[in-house]
């Protein structure tokens, strides 16, 4: 069974970090794309962005360019969002999710997310 | 960036009913349209990809349509467990969603 696991998630005052993981479980992360998606409280559903197989490719919504950095573990089936420079619209849900093999930035499989809040 | 607006933003509907959602880009996205249902405090589910083809494990009652900025989800028979919000997104370029639309019991 495909399971992802976030973690990490918690309060941080505005102009922190935090990096949240993934752990992959019931395939293997080395053959997909994979992908963070954020949602505010109340709110629609927002990309954040993915990263190739190899890690050699990674894309940004604009909103979080320079702050954030996707990396991945294959070894470790895990992913990794590293979040600097911590805004109070930042605070959101956090879902790592893996995308289809048959279409691209389309994600397949989604995690429970894990809560960021960042608040002074 | 490609804007996504779903209309309505919100319908009641009673089990049993046809119900549809559109979905339109600002500019052409050829077929690269998906659609989710997300159920209260839950994660999305992706229902249809590629504007018309149905995920596996999804129930038939589900399709979708169109192509270039023009898209529809149909659910033919809406279920107790269909209520819930649906959102479209695109994958053509950078990915981004519509706003929701919140179906509700009538």
Redesign the interface.
């Known amino acids: 069974e495909v399971q992802l696991v976030e973690s990490g998630g918690g309060l941080v005052q505005p102009g922190g970090s935090l990096r949240l993981s993934c752990a992959a479980s019931g395939f293997t992360i080395s053959s997909y794309w994979m992908t963070w998606v954020r949602q505010a409280p109340g709110k629609g559903l927002e990309w954040v962005g993915n990263i190739k197989q190899d890690g050699s490719e990674k894309y940004y919504v604009d909103s979080v360019k320079g702050r954030f950095t996707i990396s991945r573990d294959n070894a470790k089936n895990s992913l990794y969002l590293q979040m600097n420079s911590l805004r109070a619209e930042d605070t959101a849900v956090y879902y790592c999710a893996r995308q289809t093999l048959v279409t691209p930035s389309t994600p397949d499989y989604w995690g429970q997310g894990t809560l960021v809040t960042v608040t002074s | 960036?490609i804007q996504m607006t779903q209309s309505p933003s919100s319908l009641s509907a009673s089990v049993g009913d046809r119900v549809t959602i559109t979905c339109r880009a600002s500019q052409s996205i050829s077929f690269?349209l998906?659609w989710?249902r997300?159920k209260p405090g839950?994660?999305?589910?992706?229902l249809i990809?590629?504007a018309s083809?149905l995920?596996s494990g999804v129930p038939s009652r589900f399709s979708g349509s169109g192509s270039g900025t023009d898209f529809t989800l149909t659910i033919s028979s809406l279920q107790p467990e269909d209520f819930a919000t649906y959102?479209c997104?695109q994958?053509y370029s950078?990915?981004?969603?519509?706003?929701?639309t919140k179906v509700e019991i009538k």
């Open positions: 960036d690269y998906n989710y997300q839950q994660a999305p589910n992706l990809y590629a083809s995920q959102y997104q994958s950078m990915p981004t969603f519509g706003q929701g």
